[in-house]
C-alpha cells in the first residue's frame, strides 16, 4: 500500500515535508516514476509533481513551482514532497502514486492545513 505522513495545521508562510512509503506488496518501486498528487475540499484530484525513475527529472505544476520539491530515495520505496511558502490555497489531502500511466490503489493520504 501507498501509505503518506507528514501532514499537519501550519501558518501561511511555513513548510511541510510529507513522506510516502511504498509497502508491502505494491509494484517495483524503482521502476516507476512516481508522483504526487492533492484533492481539497469540493474539487477533484490534482497533480502536484513527479519524479522520474531514478530521480533525476521532475515536474511540477504551476501553481507549485519554486516552492515544492519532489525527490525519492529507491532504497527505502519513498517518495518526499518539501513543501515551503505554504499558501492557504494548498490547503488538501496529499496522496502518492505513479506519476504516470494506470494509478495503483489509492491510499489515505495525508491532510494539510494551512491557515492564513
Known amino acids: 500500500q501507498l501509505q503518506a505522513s507528514g501532514g499537519g495545521l501550519v501558518q501561511a508562510g511555513e513548510s511541510l515535508r510529507l513522506s510516502c512509503v511504498a509497502s508491502g506488496r505494491t509494484f517495483d518501486f524503482s521502476d516507476y516514476g512516481m508522483g504526487w498528487f492533492r484533492q481539497a475540499p469540493g474539487k477533484e484530484r490534482e497533480f502536484v509533481a513527479a519524479?522520474?525513475?531514478?530521480?533525476?527529472?521532475?515536474y511540477n505544476e504551476d501553481s507549485v513551482k519554486g516552492r515544492f520539491t519532489i525527490s525519492r530515495d529507491n532504497a527505502k520505496n519513498t517518495v518526499y514532497l518539501q513543501m515551503n511558502s505554504l499558501k492557504p490555497e494548498d490547503t488538501a489531502v496529499y496522496y502518492c502514486?505513479?506519476?504516470?500511466?494506470?494509478?495503483?490503489?489509492w491510499g489515505q493520504g495525508t491532510q494539510v492545513t494551512v491557515s492564513s
Open positions: 519524479v522520474t525513475m531514478t530521480g533525476d527529472i521532475t
Open positions: 502514486n505513479k506519476g504516470w500511466g494506470q494509478p495503483y490503489i
